[in-house]
């Protein structure tokens, strides 16, 4: 059981470049969402989702893409990378429960610096 | 003023001390109310889960929560080395997957 796993674990952009970080959970989770991590700030969310076919907006999405056409699969796009978008993001599930959930499932992160 | 405070300060304590920790709120919707747990370079990790207001035990960990007050807590007896780490508080409303996180703890257990 895997659990929430993200790739890469690290990795170096050029300011303008695009990549995709990847996010794959295997445990069935309906809601899936993406933070990132910046010292003194916490976890500020980037996007989500609640279920295959349907995204919306976190807290900080301006710059980033994501979709979602399987349960299992949450890439999170970078469409002209900026320094601003160094970071260490997170990828996180978890299942709906009526009237809440109990938890998410972090995967390990992925460390991201734009030079 | 955001959703969640907490005090980020660094804390250090002699093994065996009581570390205690909290945030405050100010979203009055919130109902479900998580700690977590990030050692360095991890993700975080689910430590303790409450709903409403009430204590809850599990083992050496106990998080209380006062919704009159906005205020949740976590308390670690015993402390080890083992427990030095970054410690969030994260609340939800009721039938909301968002989750509102504080900016965490880093706690420095000294053997």
């Known amino acids: 059981n895997a659990g929430v796993t993200q790739t890469p674990k690290f990795q170096v952009l050029k300011t303008g470049q695009s990549m995709t970080l990847q996010c794959a959970q295997d445990m069935n989770h309906e809601y899936m969402s993406w933070y990132r991590q910046d010292p003194g700030m916490g976890l500020r969310l980037i996007h989500y989702?609640?279920?295959?076919?349907?995204?919306d907006q976190g807290e900080v999405p301006n710059g980033y893409n994501v979709s979602r056409s399987t349960t299992e699969d949450f890439p999170l796009r970078l469409l002209s990378a900026a320094p601003s978008q160094t970071s260490v993001y997170f990828c996180?599930?978890?299942?709906?429960?009526?009237?809440?959930?109990?938890?998410?499932?972090f995967g390990s992160g992925t460390r991201l610096t734009v030079v | 003023q955001k959703e969640v405070e907490q005090d980020p300060g660094p804390l250090s304590v002699p093994e065996g001390a009581i570390v205690s920790l909290n945030c405050t709120y100010s979203?009055?919707?919130?109902?479900?109310f998580m700690w977590y747990r990030q050692y360095s370079r991890k993700g975080p990790e689910l430590l303790m889960y409450t709903y409403s207001s009430g204590n809850k035990e599990d083992g050496r960990f106990t998080a209380q929560v006062d919704k009159s007050s906005k205020y949740i807590s976590l308390f670690i007896r015993d402390s080890q080395p083992s427990d030095s780490a970054t410690y969030l508080c994260?609340?939800?409303?009721?039938?909301?997957?968002?989750?509102?996180f504080g900016k965490g703890n880093q706690v420095v257990v000294i053997p």
């Open positions: 979203n009055s919707a919130f109902q479900y």
């Open positions: 996180a599930s978890s299942y709906t429960k009526t009237g809440g959930q109990i938890g998410y499932t």
């Open positions: 989702s609640v279920g295959a076919g349907i995204t």
């Open positions: 994260a609340m939800s409303p009721y039938g909301n997957n968002r989750l509102a």
